[in-house]
């Protein structure tokens, strides 16, 4: 597609579960961001990808937060032993060379019971 | 995390009024830009502010890069109901690197 797709678009968990969020990023686009989003409030940093490269994690909230790109293209964060304080919506963003914009996908909400 | 300062937090105007809303940071940044939020979808880019000083419009759009790099403004000219939304600040530092975001301008207008 011409977008940024994330998969899926509403998750609900239950307290415990581990959960995996896809991000199908543009053709081409070197540079993939995720945000986490809490109800609210603007997007916050978590991970930034150059291809398959993680160069910066330092926005994930604790270990139990993975993100992964192993192709360069599609990238999967996983929340392990989700808890209640992860509800929010997760956005992927990916830009094609520096100095461009970043793209944002449509979001995942995730609901923690 | 750090967030930037963006005010106000909500605004109701009557449709064909203009609006303004602006961000302040303690730190520098080197790119200020304005999305547009709309429920259930991700942000928007607006405006993108490359140089201290510059004003760039887009359509009913005019955002400023403050002198001193902590600072931005956005002026919607003329509102119309469909720029109902949330509109976000955010600051970048290098040109390929993460966003920093304000928490938001909620914006209703009423036709």
Known sequence: GAGVSQSPRYKVAKRGQDVALRCDPISGHVSLFWYQQALGQGPEFLTYFQNEAQLDKSGLPSDRFFAERPEGSVSTLKIQRTQQEDSAVYLCACLQRAGETQYFGPGTRLLVL | ?111
């Open chain 2, 1 to 111: 995390g750090q967030q930037l300062n963006q005010s106000p937090q909500s605004m109701f105007i009557q449709e064909g009024e203009d609006v303004s809303m602006n961000c302040t940071s303690s730190s520098i940044f080197n790119t200020w830009l304005w999305y547009k939020q709309d429920p259930g979808e991700g942000p928007v880019l607006l405006i993108a502010l490359y140089k201290a000083g510059e004003l760039t419009s887009n359509g009913r759009l005019t955002a400023q890069f403050g002198i001193t790099r902590k600072d931005s403004f956005l002026n919607i000219s003329a509102s119309i109901p469909s720029d109902v939304g949330i509109y976000f600040c955010a600051g970048q530092r290098g040109s390929n690197y993460k966003l920093t975001f304000g928490k938001g301008t909620l914006l209703t207008v009423n036709p």
